[in-house]
């Protein structure tokens, strides 16, 4: 029994992550006819609907009190949501779904460096190592090797992907400060009161001629699109991705992540990219650096489970 749940758990991880590597993929076709700060709209108001509708469901009525929890459910759901979101599209429309998926695949890394900078949890020697390793591999895959690309390739807009990715991170961490929220409540909460930023900056950009509103012709020909990546990418992946690590516990859970870069590599060879060898090794580094700092933070747990 015990087995087959472990099964569910990564097939629940393997989903999530084949989705999330498509997603940027898909966001970057979108892109091309709607802009980063509609696209944002149009993915997260759906999604944060769905939440709330799923959270009355489960949870009821009580779980929409918010009291002292509203001001920092706004903050972390405007850093997560509009931050991650609009930097991330904003960066995605000048640079490559491969670059925004290998970014992402630095997050556990940059976590743990985020951690020992905001709570000292200083992480180990090997995790510091996977860093500087991890973070050279995404600038291969970036320049391709080349140092020209640091200013003729798209390195202030990855630059971006990497704002919205931190932006993730603090939204993560900010769970913490809620420890009587459950997941659920804290997510549909966070991301509705983020969606409001998130409309609030979009009008306020249209308004000030920095974006165009598509008309419904627009939204009706990338309908798809947008359904996927709102209610799929943004909510039923997140959903199983919660279950996975519930089950797997975050030390396993987080080597699927190594999926998401491949998954966009893959998407982007059938679309008739070709990859460099240096954006090949550079992919490789990343993903390397993750399993071994992944492996050198399991370690003492087991030891830990052994002799319990």
Avoid at 27 to 46: N, Q
Avoid at 118 to 147: C, D, E, F, S
Avoid at 214 to 222: A, F, K, Q
Wanted: proline content about 4%; some cysteine.
């Amino acid at each position: 029994m015990q087995s087959n749940g472990s099964l569910r758990a990564a097939a629940m991880l393997v989903f999530t992550t084949v989705v999330w590597g498509a997603m940027f993929a898909i966001a970057k076709g979108a892109l091309g006819a709607i802009d980063a700060f509609w696209l944002t709209t149009w993915r997260y108001v759906p999604a944060s609907l769905t939440m709330l509708a799923l959270l009355w469901i489960v949870e009821g009525r009580p779980a929409f009190a918010l009291g002292a929890a509203a001001l920092p459910l706004w903050i972390f759901g405007s850093l997560g949501f509009a931050g991650f979101s609009l930097l991330g599209y904003l960066g995605l429309a000048r640079s490559r779904p491969e670059h925004a998926a290998i970014i992402v695949a630095l997050m556990p890394l940059v976590t743990a460096v985020a951690n020992w900078l905001v709570r000292g949890r200083k992480p180990g020697g090997v995790t510091l190592a996977a860093t500087l390793v991890a973070l050279a591999g995404a600038l291969l895959v970036i320049t391709k090797g080349h140092l020209h690309g640091f200013t003729a390739g798209t390195l202030s807009a990855d630059g971006l992907v990497l704002a919205g990715m931190v932006c993730w991170i603090a939204y993560t961490m900010g769970a913490s400060t809620l420890p009587h929220f459950s997941t659920l409540r804290y997510t549909a909460l966070s991301m509705a009161l983020g969606t409001l930023t998130i409309v609030a900056v979009t009008l306020g950009a249209t308004l000030g001629g920095f974006a165009d509103a598509p008309n419904m012709s627009t939204i009706v020909d990338h309908a798809v699109d947008v359904a996927y990546l709102s209610l799929i990418a943004g909510v039923l992946a997140v959903f199983a991705w919660n279950a996975g690590i519930a089950a797997l516990g975050p030390a396993n859970g987080v080597l699927f992540i190594n999926l998401v870069p491949i998954t966009a590599f893959a998407i982007g060879i059938a679309q008739g990219h070709r990859f460099g060898a240096v954006e090949i090794a550079g992919a490789l580094l990343v993903i390397g650096s993750l399993i071994a700092s992944s492996a050198a933070g399991r370690a003492p747990v087991a030891r830990s489970a052994k002799f319990a």
